[in-house]
């Protein structure tokens, strides 16, 4: 007989080893008195959830509505989070304030076509400095 | 009272339609197979106790999903090993055996009178000895090869059906069961004859 072979009967002798007599029918019942214990220990949601669907047939409640509902709350949670129009947190505004400068970082005279500031969106907005009060705002009055 | 002879697929599809005591039949019918598994695979007998209630409460919250792709048999056996292996994984080190009794029937078993005929008579062969030998030598394996070695040579199972529960090749078993044989013949040296 090969070693191969005395080790496959050495390993069948662990066949013999068996629990106490009445082990099996004592198991049987010490899992069904868990199973009992877990329904107690169950959160109340989740039994009156399942209540909830055993009595959906009853009530004849279509398979759909459950879909629906589930899309509309997800549908109105979407909308609560995400507001269209809602003010800009203050983290983005601080993220945008290097590009939003009200003062040009060098000044430049009226004639000179030199943008000195990008707009939020990034397109470019030229802006002027004028050295002096333009004419039309002097007073027609004043001599 | 269910008679013997009511099929698995039967007592699954009344669990599944929420009759409780289907179940029961179920783990009346399954629980001597699984419990030699699992108590093959840990050694110790209040280890496979608590698994194999673990085994059957998940099996009964999970049976609804069962849709007899494969046979309850092996959804079950896939069931007991993957939480059997996961538990040795956390049990790591602490692990201490706790054996079951050997059946009278083992002193009229002709292996067995062989196996202790040959061996060492110094060493006063008892079957005590060949029983805590043979477990401390099945510890000393891998999981993965305790378990190819618990399903072939102790339940009997065919190379297809361990490579089915467990997810992996014909070969890959025939490979594990190869170098589990030869690590156990170094451990068990003393009851081999050459």
């Known amino acids: 007989m090969t070693p191969e072979e005395q080790i496959s009967k050495l390993l069948r002798l662990k066949r013999y080893e068996q629990p106490r007599p009445g082990y099996f029918e004592d198991f049987l019942q010490e899992f069904q008195a868990r199973q009992r214990a877990e329904l107690i220990r169950r959160p109340l949601w989740e039994i009156a959830w399942d209540r909830l669907v055993s009595l959906a047939p009853a009530i004849q409640v279509p398979r759909l509505a459950y879909a629906t509902i589930v899309a509309l709350a997800v549908a109105a949670s979407a909308v609560i989070i995400v507001r269209p129009g809602a003010p800009v947190s203050s983290g983005t505004l601080a993220a945008n304030r290097s590009t939003l400068s009200l003062t040009s970082p060098h000044s430049v005279t009226i004639g000179e076509s030199v943008p000195v500031t990008l707009t939020s969106t990034g397109s470019p907005s030229v802006h002027y400095v004028l050295p002096t009060r333009p004419v039309s705002y002097a007073s027609s009055r004043s001599f | ?194």
Do not use: C
């Open chain 2, 1 to 194: 009272m269910e008679t013997p002879e009511t099929p698995d697929e039967e007592l699954v599809a009344r669990t599944q339609a929420g009759d409780a005591r289907a179940f029961d039949q179920l783990v009346v019918r399954f629980s001597p197979r699984l419990y030699g598994l699992v108590y093959n695979m840990t050694s110790n007998h209040e280890d496979t106790n608590d698994l194999l209630q673990d085994i059957f409460a998940k099996a009964y919250r999970s049976i609804k999903g069962f849709q007899g792709k494969s046979s309850f048999y092996t959804w079950m056996h896939s069931i007991a090993v993957n939480m059997a292996i996961n538990f040795l994984k956390k049990r790591n080190r602490r692990m201490t055996m706790s054996l079951d009794d050997v059946d009278n029937g083992i002193a009229n078993d002709p292996e067995f009178i062989e196996a202790t005929s040959d061996y060492d008579p110094r060493h006063q062969a008892n079957l005590g000895e060949l029983q805590k030998k043979l477990n401390e030598a099945m510890m000393k394996l891998s999981d993965e090869h305790r378990t190819v070695v618990t399903m072939f040579d102790i339940q009997g199972m065919p190379h297809a059906e361990i490579a089915k529960i467990l997810k992996i090749s014909d070969g890959t078993v025939r490979s594990r069961l190869f170098y589990a044989h030869r690590q156990l013949q170094n451990y068990l040296q003393e009851f081999i004859t050459t």
